[in-house]
């Protein structure tokens, strides 16, 4: 009777957890079943948990120019697809393609960042939202 109580408890503790793990890494606020593309220069470039940001102003409508935030995975999990906390230039001309933000703001998920020099730099989260 005690295993079963073990094994119980320790499926439902593993289950529970589950959900805190998805709900941290869900991509709820991206329309993952679309990508964008645009082009601009980079303003800031934060290496840092739990997640890097990317941030590149974009021109807009009447020459206004726009910043688009974009999320990329853990500086840990960043490293292994070739980045550091040094690959990022501010004011580097860049083109980034990423999964659009659900509510329209400028900025998305991460998926592949093309440089100025032609180097293309995938982004962690262009393998997940291939799945």
């Given at each position: 009777?005690?295993?079963i109580?073990?094994?119980s408890a320790l499926t439902i503790s593993?289950?529970?957890g589950e959900g805190t793990v998805y709900a941290h890494h869900s991509l709820s606020a991206y329309d993952v079943?679309?990508?964008i593309t645009i082009e601009g220069t980079i303003k800031e470039y934060k290496w840092s948990a739990p997640h890097c940001w990317l941030v590149v102003m974009v021109g807009g409508a009447k020459g206004k120019i726009v910043p688009w935030t974009f999320e990329a995975g853990t500086p840990m999990v960043n490293?292994?697809?070739g980045w550091t906390r040094d690959t990022f230039t501010i004011g580097e001309k860049v083109k980034v393609t990423a999964a659009p933000m659900l509510d329209g703001t400028p900025g998305?998920?991460?998926m592949l960042v093309e440089m100025h020099d032609g180097?293309?730099?995938a982004g962690p989260l262009?393998?997940?939202l291939k799945k």
């Amino acid at each position: 009777m005690r295993i079963i109580a073990a094994i119980s408890a320790l499926t439902i503790s593993m289950i529970a957890g589950e959900g805190t793990v998805y709900a941290h890494h869900s991509l709820s606020a991206y329309d993952v079943s679309k990508t964008i593309t645009i082009e601009g220069t980079i303003k800031e470039y934060k290496w840092s948990a739990p997640h890097c940001w990317l941030v590149v102003m974009v021109g807009g409508a009447k020459g206004k120019i726009v910043p688009w935030t974009f999320e990329a995975g853990t500086p840990m999990v960043n490293n292994k697809f070739g980045w550091t906390r040094d690959t990022f230039t501010i004011g580097e001309k860049v083109k980034v393609t990423a999964a659009p933000m659900l509510d329209g703001t400028p900025g998305g998920a991460l998926m592949l960042v093309e440089m100025h020099d032609g180097r293309k730099l995938a982004g962690p989260l262009a393998t997940y939202l291939k799945k």
